[in-house]
């Protein structure tokens, strides 16, 4: 399967159950049109997965909505957040 890898570029907060906000790099703006609602997307530090809520078009990023077991999308480094500079896997 064909995946995208996006860079987290604002911390976000990601408490468990709640959907996080991933803000991507200017230069990956372009590969948002690729992804669409209900893509799995895995965090590649922690390997907690969720998958694509919403996808903000003509923004800056998309939200993910983790699933179980894992009930939160934070970084391995700061636990309750998405770190920035982390990298968030979209599969296709």
């Given at each position: 399967?064909?995946?995208?890898?996006?860079?987290?570029?604002?911390?976000?907060?990601?408490?468990?159950?709640?959907?996080?906000?991933?803000?991507?790099?200017s230069d990956e703006l372009?590969?948002?049109?690729?992804?669409?609602?209900?893509?799995?997307?895995?965090?590649?530090s922690s390997g907690r997965t969720g998958t694509v809520g919403r996808v903000d078009y003509f923004g800056n990023g998309f939200q993910v909505i983790p699933i179980q077991p894992n009930t939160n999308f934070s970084?391995?480094?700061?636990?309750?957040?998405?770190?920035?500079?982390?990298?968030v896997v979209v599969t296709l």
């Amino acid at each position: 399967m064909a995946t995208l890898s996006f860079t987290n570029t604002r911390a976000s907060q990601s408490l468990n159950g709640q959907a996080v906000f991933v803000t991507v790099a200017s230069d990956e703006l372009d590969d948002l049109q690729d992804i669409s609602e209900g893509m799995l997307a895995s965090n590649d530090s922690s390997g907690r997965t969720g998958t694509v809520g919403r996808v903000d078009y003509f923004g800056n990023g998309f939200q993910v909505i983790p699933i179980q077991p894992n009930t939160n999308f934070s970084s391995v480094s700061t636990y309750g957040y998405l770190a920035v500079d982390e990298t968030v896997v979209v599969t296709l």
